[in-house]
């Protein structure tokens, strides 16, 4: 339904989001893909280190806060077997030294990174 205001013009809201869609039909996924790099490179130009540590920590508490501890042992498990494609340690048994199992980071980092605190 159009929103109208009271002299029967489209809302900025509606007009974005018919726009919206109108250019979803009309470019496909690379036409995405290359303002997306544009605007990257534009953010990183003009914003130093600082700014992206601070929206890494911002995001990093707002996951924290709506993720549970299953969360972070499951990202933490991938990470470990993407870690492990070239190495040798396959099969985790750790029979390379002192190094902790995939698994074991996995729930030390879960626990860890949703202990509610500050972790800087």
């Known amino acids: ?6 002299n029967n013009k489209m809302s900025r809201e509606e007009a974005g989001r018919l726009g919206g869609e109108s250019t979803s039909k009309s470019h496909g996924q ?4 290359e303002i ?7 953010t990183s130009q003009n ?3 600082g700014f992206y540590e601070d ?3 911002k995001g990093g508490e707002a996951t924290s806060q709506n993720q549970g501890s299953d969360f972070y042992e499951e990202i ?4 470990g077997e993407n870690s492990n ?3 040798n340690n396959s099969g985790g ?17 879960g626990k860890n990174s949703h202990s509610g605190g500050n972790n800087s």
């Open 55 to 57: 929206i890494g920590q």
């Open 30 to 33: 690379e036409f995405y893909e």
């Open 36 to 42: 997306g790099e544009k605007g990257g490179e534009a």
């Open 76 to 79: 933490g498990s991938k990470g």
């Open 85 to 87: 494609s070239g190495g």
């Open 1 to 6: 339904m159009a929103d109208k205001n009271k």
């Open 93 to 109: 048994n750790n029979s390379g030294g002192n190094k902790m199992s995939r698994e074991e980071a996995g729930r030390k980092g």
């Open 47 to 49: 914003h130093d280190k």
